[in-house]
């Protein structure tokens, strides 16, 4: 049986989570990332005009226009079109508005990748979808005998367990160099740069670059390492 394809369109204000989740995304064969917007008028023009995606991610907070008025006038205009919105925090009133201007579910910013994924092809399924909350995570890790998950006020502290090392590593990747030029610029081997990373995603509990920006972005601490 062919595989059935999921066209998605990205709406987030953040050039680099966006460009993060479009990386992400891209890796699965049943996932094209068939447009992008900064904003929620933008994202209605584009959608509009002719790329049709079946799945929106809609961030809640977009300048211009929100993600909740976008939400609800693609619902009036494409009631087919389904839409996921992208909160960073579990806000109970924001997340009812967005839900009730007509998106199908919700994600918290940080969600793993391969929940996000989980997330789109479960509302393509036409199956309603929200994230996991940060207490509802905490009380499933307890059920299964597993360390509870951080909230999101203990992630957002995470930089400062950071070594002075680790912070100018992470600095650098912010700005998306790549390890030889993270080395050349530190004046260290590739292979220590390396170790560096495999501690920073260890303490982030991430598993790529790509999710330790998104995390840094998400989580409101990527100024930390501004330049």
Same mark, same amino acid.
């Given at each position: 049986?062919?595989?059935? /394809? ?19 995304? %891209?890796? %699965? ?17 584009? =959608? ?6 079946? =799945? ?11 993600? $909740?008025?976008?939400?609800? *006038? ?8 389904? /839409? ?30 391969? %929940?996000?994924?989980?997330?789109? *092809? ?26 509870? $998950?951080?909230?999101?006020?203990? *992630?957002?502290? $995470? ?6 090392? %680790? ?20 004046? /260290?081997?590739? *292979?220590? =740069? ?34």
């Amino acid at each position: 049986m062919p595989q059935r /394809i999921t066209r998605i369109f990205l709406a987030e204000d953040h050039l680099l989570v966006r460009q993060g989740m479009r990386s992400l995304l %891209e890796m %699965e064969d049943d996932i094209i990332v068939v447009g992008e917007a900064g904003n929620g008028a933008d994202a209605i023009e584009k =959608v509009q005009n002719g790329l049709r995606p079946h =799945v929106i991610l809609m961030d809640v907070n977009m300048p211009i226009m929100t993600g $909740i008025e976008a939400t609800r *006038r693609i619902r009036s205009l494409m009631p087919d079109v389904m /839409i996921i919105g992208l909160t960073a925090a579990d806000d109970g009133p924001t997340i009812s508005e967005m839900l009730h201007a007509g998106a199908n579910g919700y994600v918290l910013k940080s969600t793993a990748a391969d %929940e996000l994924v989980r997330t789109i *092809r479960s509302t393509r399924a036409n199956r309603s979808w929200s994230s996991p909350t940060p207490h509802s995570q905490a009380r499933e890790a307890k059920r299964k005998g597993m360390y509870a $998950i951080q909230s999101m006020s203990q *992630r957002a502290d $995470i930089h400062q367990w950071l070594t002075r090392r %680790e912070v100018q590593v992470m600095k650098n990747l912010l700005q998306g160099w790549s390890n030889k030029e993270i080395a050349e610029h530190l004046v /260290i081997s590739e *292979r220590t =740069v390396q170790t560096h990373l495999t501690n920073i995603f260890s303490k982030m509990d991430v598993k790529s670059r790509t999710e330790a920006v998104l995390m840094a972005i998400r989580d409101g601490w990527a100024g930390h390492y501004s330049v």
